[in-house]
């Protein structure tokens, strides 16, 4: 049985930071590039950040985090992380983790091209 559990969001004032884990089990975690999306109250889904299967893969943010947000991985504890600095309010959202198998190097930035997805963690970001 496949489970990405996230974990690390919370309430953080405007400027400030976290970091948000997520540890797969029960996959391949070295053939799946791994995604970051998030989901604000009233809004859909949206694409944040991927990086791909290798730990030395590329990366792809959205335009609203560039900057802001890194994304890496160690594929030796299964986890993915997603730094986030200079938090905004516009921030404030579920963030969810997903996995995507691909060829090396791949970036997958739509929601319908990840498999697994795990239950999201909140991030709240107060102004």
């Known amino acids: 049985q496949v489970q990405l559990v996230e974990s690390g969001g919370g309430l953080v004032q405007a400027g400030g930071s976290l970091r948000l884990s997520c540890t797969a089990s029960?996959?391949?975690?070295?053939?799946?590039?791994m995604g970051w999306f998030r989901q604000a109250p009233g809004k859909e889904r949206e694409f944040v950040a991927v990086?791909?299967?290798?730990?030395?893969?590329?990366?792809y943010f959205t335009d609203s985090v560039k900057g802001r947000f890194t994304i890496s991985r160690d594929n030796a504890k299964k986890t993915v992380y997603l730094q986030m600095n200079s938090l905004k309010s516009e921030d404030t959202a579920d963030y969810y983790c997903a996995a995507a198998a691909t060829v090396f190097g791949a970036t997958p930035r739509k929601h319908d091209e990840y498999t697994y997805w795990g239950q999201g963690t909140q991030v709240t970001v107060s102004s």
């Open positions: 029960g996959l391949t975690f070295s053939v799946y590039a």
């Open positions: 990086i791909s299967r290798d730990e030395r893969g590329n990366t």
